[in-house]
């Protein structure tokens, strides 16, 4: 052993309801093949190796994604073991995948422990898939900010309550819904928004609807912009109340900070895919990642291989096994290069 800190790569095994096989398996198994062809070849680095496959990196379990990768920064939140989903304490969950939940904080690392941290992982855009290019090169993960929005007008009989009478509760959700995609749509830029779950009550079809609660969700690298759109909802919101007789509250749900890559890991990547006379891109990934996890500790960086027709968190995601080895055989390439690179966050 050099006493040279750790290359960590790697990705996650969890997926969504109804997803797809590519979304993070891609990478973790990727991972696992690099070290295998080192290892016939009888490759030795100067840095250690270590292969990471991390759990419930998408969050739909107990709602907060990366809980692997926060686990190893640091950033579980006070009383999250205890929090229960579908009946089961997230606690009991991991020890039921057999983890010792009383020793979670033993996977913690500390900052500047790793060389490099280096991820594949398939777009789930449709960048790459439109303009053929085989490699994508992250600049940086952005930053997510989760809202809800509650919308209480006054149930009403649907037969007896005229129109004119009306603080029908969907009727502003759905104008608070339209306004969404305009403001972001307005905005130029690379961000987006999307109001992507909704909750009727009392949701029946002879009753005014009284309350509508649904999220509201914004995206960027640019923790600034994120927040001018926001300003601009609010204000919005605001004028909706107003016109349509109902209150509408908005409260923060979640703040996922993003990450930038490190440009020398960046130029690692780069420099892979020449070697390998690959064609790649710079792009943002719209998607939150385990990466950005590991950015709280040092310098990370991240592949792209694309995602046939930009298609992701659904059965019909599909990367070609092409450019599943491709990016595999860049990812080779990156740890290579890491290996015998000065990173610097």
């Known amino acids: 052993m050099t006493g040279l800190p750790s290359i960590l790569f790697g990705s996650h095994i969890d997926s969504v ?61 006070e009383g999250e073991l205890d929090e229960v989903w579908n009946g089961v304490r997230k606690a009991d969950a991991v020890r039921a995948i057999g983890g010792d939940p009383d020793r979670i904080t033993a996977a913690r690392r500390v900052e500047a ?50 129109m004119t009478d009306r603080r029908d509760a969907l009727v502003a959700a759905s104008h608070l819904t339209l306004a969404v995609n305009e403001i972001v749509r307005d905005q130029a830029g690379r961000h987006v ?7 009727v009550v009392p949701n029946a079809p002879n009753v ?26 609010r204000e919005r919101a605001r004028r909706i109340a107003e016109l349509t007789g109902c209150e509408i509250a908005i409260t923060p749900l979640s703040h996922n900070e993003g990450a930038a890559a490190s440009p020398a890991v ?51 995601e599909l990367t070609s096994w092409e450019h599943c080895g491709i990016g595999a055989d860049v990812l080779l390439q990156a740890v290579l290069g890491a290996d015998v690179s000065d990173i610097l966050a």
């Open 193 to 199: 928004g999307t109001v992507g779950r909704q909750d």
């Open 113 to 162: 422990s790793f060389h490099c941290y280096i991820e594949l992982h398939i777009e789930q855009g449709g960048t790459l898939d439109r303009t053929q290019i085989p490699v994508g090169i992250v600049e940086g993960i952005v930053t997510i900010d989760r809202y809800e929005a509650t919308v209480t007008g006054l149930a009403n009989h649907a037969g007896t309550t005229a």
């Open 266 to 316: 960046r130029r690692v990547i780069g420099d892979a895919a020449d070697r390998l006379a690959l064609s790649s891109h710079s792009l943002p990934s719209g998607a939150g990642h385990d990466a950005q996890s590991m950015a709280s500790l040092g310098p990370i960086g991240m592949i792209f291989v694309p995602s046939v027709g930009g298609i992701s968190h659904s059965p019909r």
């Open 208 to 233: 005014v609807p009284g309350v509508v609660r649904q999220t509201i969700e914004l995206r960027d690298l640019s923790s600034a912009t994120l927040v001018r759109l926001a300003a601009a909802i």
């Open 17 to 77: 309801p109804n997803g797809g096989n590519f979304d993070g398996p891609l990478g973790s198994l990727a991972a696992i093949e690099v070290v295998r062809i080192l290892d016939a070849h009888d490759v030795r680095t100067q840095h250690p190796l270590e292969v990471v496959v991390w759990a419930n990196e998408e969050g739909v379990a107990y709602g907060k994604p990366l809980f692997g990768s926060r686990a190893t920064a640091g950033q579980i939140f």
